[in-house]
């Protein structure tokens, strides 16, 4: 690989200029020049899946001051799942953390919170790259009778999006969420890459014994990728996981946890030779790389 052929993602889009799993940072991340974007989905209550983080939806958007949807909390918390797409489109995103990131809340209120499918059909994402990551599966929306695998592939033969020359790489820390929508996915569309996402040990999802447990998993699963939280991240480890014939992500880089310089910051990462990064200021990374080409 080498540092110059990481790729360089943006996570959530450009989110530390535009509130985050909007278009507009999605194709501000582009303009910049990142390899693909990364985003999130959550489900609607009639079936839809649409680009959030999670599915409370208070500190990403306004939902608290549009009267039309008081009535669409529940125990005073707004959820995608309790809401239909119509809902949704009233919403607008907002910075949720405002004062980390003042740049991107000077946009708050001015943008729309898409669906998946909005993104699939946007002039900018043709021909790009999209780093799906299913949240909340198995353990969240399942037991609410909603299976967000299956509805990623009803998305995905209803949009056509194949014609549009997009390519798709699905992750999740759900390892059977992610199972599931290999099974539901790959037979249908050709090079779609499932790649699982492990979490430390504390998180309480992650219940395997080692993190090279987790590897071996991946790579019997029938899985493409992995992808690493940075602090976990050693040559090692990376090693291992190519061993597995697996390919190899690391998230998520913030240039506001630098305590030296932002270039020492991007080194000590990008000195584990991945074939993905993460990053929320996608064009300090790519300054920073383009420098070393």
Known sequence: ?????????????????????????????????????????????????????????TRSTNVQQVEALAASAVEGKWHSHNMSLAD??????????????????????????????????????QDQKLIVELKWGGYYFEKRGMDVAQMLADELTRGGWRNRGEQ???????YNTL?????????LFEGVKPVFIYLTANFKM??????????????AGGFDGISFEKELLTHDLVVYARGKGLIVFGWTLFAEEVETTVEEYFAHYLQFDLDGVFVDHPDLLLNFVDGLA
């Not at 809340?105 to 059909?121: I, R, Y």
Request: aromatic residues 8%.
């Open 179 to 187: 199972t599931r929508a290999k099974a539901a996915i790959t037979p």
């Open 1 to 57: 690989m080498g540092i110059v052929q990481t790729e360089i993602y943006g996570h959530r889009g450009a989110s530390a200029y535009r509130p985050e799993n909007t278009l507009e940072s999605f194709e501000l991340a582009f303009k910049m020049g990142v390899h693909a974007v990364e985003f999130d989905l959550v489900p609607t209550k009639d079936g839809h899946l649409v680009i959030r983080h999670e599915p409370e939806l």
């Open 168 to 174: 798709l790489v699905i992750e999740s820390f759900d």
């Open 206 to 219: 992650a219940d395997w014994g080692t993190i090279e447990d987790a590897v071996d998993g991946a790579a």
């Open 88 to 125: 949704i489109r009233l919403l607008r995103a907002v910075e949720p953390d405002p004062e980390l990131r003042p740049a991107s809340a000077e946009f708050d209120g001015q943008f729309a919170v898409p669906s998946f499918a909005d993104l699939l059909a946007a002039d900018f994402a």
